[in-house]
């Protein structure tokens, strides 16, 4: 029997953005892969299976979502709650508790729970996602893989019998994404119903059992295999490195990078690799001059002039229309420029759009037009810039970066996606104890050691082929 | 305190070390309520009180957070403490910068040790249904997140260089667009943070009719003593007859 009935479902936002029309059914147990490319209407669609829409939202939903029998349209939602556990993108805007303890009992309480129980589930799920030794902190001092293991937590821990997930992976380094997709299997295994909306397609379809549906066609474009560059391999642009030198940073009582030193080649991009919480964000706020640190950065001795695209674009954008904001106190701006980052960016169509109705991908896509057309001296710095993206999209922001390296600057990349990190033509591994190798990527990947220190691995499908660079 | 990788505090800055972290939170309410009717009293009543709450707060070890709090308002107080000494009386100057000063400190006493959870169960055993407790209690904790959400926006800004104009007074114009590339973000995101909130509320069950809270609220002796000794203060300070 299908525990999800999908019928005809449309729905149009208030701003007038549709999505649909769409039929599908889940069956009891079953671990479906939804993809689709940015922007196709995915998180929409697991809103409608989770029952907040129709509910919160107040848009126009047609067709009809059953749960179990039961339509979301006549179902409460605190007893859809129960039906269907959601895990939204965004974990750090959704945290409810003062302390993540208190994040995983809040939705336990309203379960009706006896305290013993609710004990008991807390005790098993801050085991399982490793939460133990953070019990007592405030969630929003967490980074990003660890808040998206406590958002998880939170929801599973209600064991409910459909979880719907929305980009479950894009926050996790490759350990703690493989160990997530082997739980999803084992919940699903037992009979717990997942679905899960996801861009980084690898690591699920890897599992025994999955089964992928496209809501479009651009959903199947294929990871290009190309290397970025090869670019400025003995730069004779005359461009120098980037020389970071013992530098230490502290948060508080905490030091967040020790003694770290690191040469960056210019005409080159790097992939800066690591796990949750080993400073890649501080390193590039370090190098940008926005986080105090002890040490040294520059770049022919002087310090560097880099600009960086944050990992939440929301930061960045604030004017009434796309062509506003990229040109927004640009002196003089390079309208050749302008055009072609509206055209490989996929921003054309949306020139005259207030950038706030955008979706994730397309304003993160935005943030990095408003800082490429500024060309600033030194280079680009990108704060896990493949969140929310779909393939193609990576694959044009790895030619984008490609083409900057190619005269000369320097293109920094923080990413837990392994992929994009592939077609970089250095990566660097950041590990407990700060830099634990930096080298070409061919070697760096085939290097299994390298990956153990830091506390990672290569997954086995980043082929061969990766590993060695071969261009496709 | 808790601190980011950004350096700054979390969502709140929670006194861990002060005795008063422990007190339940309806102790606190009531001291809350009896420092609040206090400053209803005379000037000579209000000076004792005065003395005797910011050793209560020494004792407490909450001296230096609510000193910091009232070092905010400086301005405030000395604007109303000249004009009350200019159009009233010095006596009306000096009573309603006291008043103000202890009521800054009670809510210094009150948000340094209280967690938005607690203030919710005090909230729900005195009447306010729960939703109300619940949603006030996020409230209080996202207020926490501003400063550090502006900081980061303020960040972004001048990482993508949209800091790049001449600053200073003589260049209002500029000022102003400055002003609004922190402000649209900030509220974006303070509108976005409250709809995410909601979401994630409703999707853990939020107005579930079946919910039962695991804390639950205990009074101590030590609750007991706190709640009678100031009890015992405030009838002594009420009862003093003024020569």
């Given at each position: 029997m299908a525990v999800i009935q999908v019928n005809d479902l449309t729905y149009a936002y208030p701003q007038g953005r549709s999505v649909g029309p769409c039929s599908f059914t889940v069956e009891k147990g079953e671990f479906l892969h939804v993809t689709g490319s940015s922007g196709c209407g995915k998180s929409t669609i697991a809103r409608c299976i989770s029952g907040l829409i129709p509910h919160i939202y107040h848009g126009k939903m047609t067709g009809e979502v059953l749960i179990n029998g039961r339509s979301t349209l006549s179902t409460r939602m605190w007893e859809l709650s129960e039906l269907a556990g959601f895990v939204f993108q965004n974990p750090s805007m959704q945290m409810?508790?003062?302390t993540v303890e208190e994040e995983i009992i809040i939705g336990l309480e309203n379960l009706g729970l006896d305290r013993a129980e609710i004990s008991g589930r807390l005790e098993e799920s801050l085991g399982r996602f490793g939460l133990d030794s953070l019990r007592?902190?405030?969630?929003?001092?967490?980074s990003g893989g660890e808040q998206q293991k406590l958002a998880l937590a939170a929801i599973t821990s209600r064991r409910p019998p459909v979880l719907v997930l929305d980009?479950?992976?894009?926050?996790?380094?490759v350990s703690a994404a493989t160990e997530l997709t082997r739980y999803l299997s084992l919940l699903s295994r037992s009979g717990t119903t997942v679905i899960a909306f996801e861009h980084r397609a690898d690591y699920l379809s890897s599992l025994p059992g999955v089964r992928v549906m496209a809501?479009?066609?651009?959903?199947?474009v294929k990871f290009s295999r190309r290397r970025a560059s090869a670019s400025c391999?003995?730069?004779?642009?005359g461009a120098k490195p980037l020389v970071i030198s013992n530098i230490c940073v502290n948060a508080g009582k905490t030091?967040?990078?020790?003694n770290m030193s690191l040469t960056v080649q210019s005409g080159s991009v790097t992939a800066i690799v690591g796990r949750n919480g080993t400073g890649k964000t501080t390193l590039l706020r370090a190098i940008t001059g926005l986080q105090p640190f002890e040490g040294s950065v520059t770049v022919n001795g002087k310090k560097p002039d880099f600009g960086l695209v944050c990992q939440n674009a929301d930061l960045q954008i604030f004017n009434a229309a796309v062509r506003s904001e990229i040109l927004y106190?640009?002196?003089?701006?390079d309208m050749k420029l302008y055009a072609r980052l509206l055209e490989i960016l996929g921003l054309g169509r949306y020139?005259?759009?207030?950038?706030?109705?955008?979706s994730e991908g397309e304003k993160k896509r935005l943030a990095l037009a408003t800082v490429l057309i500024r060309k600033p001296e030194h280079g680009v710095l990108l704060d896990e810039?493949?969140?929310?993206?779909?393939a193609a999209h990576k694959h044009t922001l790895m030619e984008l970066c490609a083409e900057i390296a190619s005269t000369g600057k320097t293109v920094i990349l923080t990413t837990h996606d392994l992929h994009l990190a592939s077609m970089a033509d250095r990566i660097v591994v950041l590990g407990p104890d700060g830099v634990t190798a930096s080298g070409r990527t061919e070697d760096i990947l085939a290097d299994d050691s390298i990956w153990a220190r830091a506390g990672m691995f290569v997954p086995g499908w980043i082929t061969e082929d990766e590993r060695k660079g071969i261009t496709a | 305190m808790k601190q980011d990788a950004y350096g700054m505090t979390g969502a709140l800055s929670i006194?861990?070390?002060?005795?008063?972290?422990?007190?339940?939170p309806r102790t606190k309410l009531a001291l809350c309520l009896a420092a609040s009717l206090a400053v209803m009293l005379p000037l000579q009543k209000v000076a004792v009180f005065f003395v005797l709450y910011f050793m209560f707060l020494a004792w407490a070890r909450l001296l230096p957070g609510a000193l910091r709090q009232i070092w905010k308002l400086k301005w405030i107080l000395a604007v109303l403490f000249v004009v009350d000494w200019l159009v009233v009386s010095p006596e009306l100057a000096v009573v309603v910068t006291l008043r103000l000063v202890i009521v800054a400190g009670v809510f210094a006493m009150f948000f340094s040790t209280t967690t938005p959870s607690e203030l919710c169960l005090a909230l729900v055993w005195m009447r306010v249904p729960y939703r109300y407790a619940f949603s006030l209690g996020l409230s209080f904790q996202a207020v926490g997140h501003i400063n550090s959400e502006w900081r980061k926006i303020l960040e972004a800004q001048k990482a993508r260089g949209a800091f790049s104009a001449p600053s200073g007074w003589r260049y209002p114009v500029e000022q102003v667009k400055n002003l609004v590339s922190l402000t649209v973000p900030a509220v974006v995101l303070a509108a976005k943070r409250a709809w995410s909130m909601t979401e994630a509320a409703y999707a853990r069950?939020?107005?579930?009719?079946?919910r039962r809270p695991y804390k639950a609220l205990l009074m101590s002796r030590a609750d007991w003593f706190i709640v009678s000794g100031a009890a015992f203060i405030f009838i002594l300070i009420l009862s003093w007859r003024l020569p």
């Open positions: 409810l508790g003062n007592g902190r405030d969630p929003q001092t967490l980009e479950p992976l894009s926050m996790l380094d809501l479009d066609s651009a959903a199947s391999p003995d730069c004779k642009c030091r967040i990078l020790e106190r640009v002196n003089n701006p020139e005259n759009t207030p950038p706030l109705i955008l810039p493949s969140l929310g993206q779909d | 006194s861990e070390s002060s005795p008063l972290r422990k007190v339940d069950g939020f107005e579930s009719p079946n």
